[in-house]
């Protein structure tokens, strides 16, 4: 009896550990007022996707964001995302999962965005 109630025990905490971990992932970027938008809007006019195949897109949604690094008025945070667009050529659609880095810039309005890893044009 007293074995199934550990074990039992055991696996809530468990899970209760991987619920909180996930939450703390999803919510990153609610440290930084402003940020997944800037992003968003960042990566349309920026992005380049497939190797550069592929002309600027739409970020779909954020799927994970984790922060790498803060420091005062800025940030790293690493972002997991779907994104799609239309290749260069403008004959094929590309789409897919993407991960990147942004470096986030506080200024008067919130946080906005100062850089980004990936293809670029």
């Known amino acids: 009896m ?23 992932d999803t919510s990153a970027l609610e440290k930084f007022p402003g940020a ?14 497939g190797g550069g195949k592929c002309n600027a897109g739409q970020m779909a949604d954020i799927g994970d964001a984790r922060v790498v690094s803060a ?16 290749s260069n050529a403008g004959t094929n659609a590309c789409s897919g999962m993407g991960s990147r880095e ?4 506080k200024n008067s309005t919130g946080w906005g965005v100062a850089e ?3 293809n670029q044009p």
Request: glycine share 8%; charged share 10%; hydrophobic share 50%.
């Open 2 to 24: 007293h074995r199934n109630l550990i074990a039992v025990l055991g696996i809530a905490l468990c899970a209760g550990l991987g619920a909180t971990a996930a939450s703390a």
């Open 36 to 49: 997944k938008q800037a992003i968003m809007s960042y990566y349309a006019h920026n992005a380049r996707e």
């Open 71 to 86: 420091s005062g008025d800025t940030a790293v945070v690493a972002v997991d995302y779907n994104y799609s667009a239309r």
């Open 102 to 105: 942004f470096t986030l810039a």
């Open 116 to 118: 980004m890893s990936g």
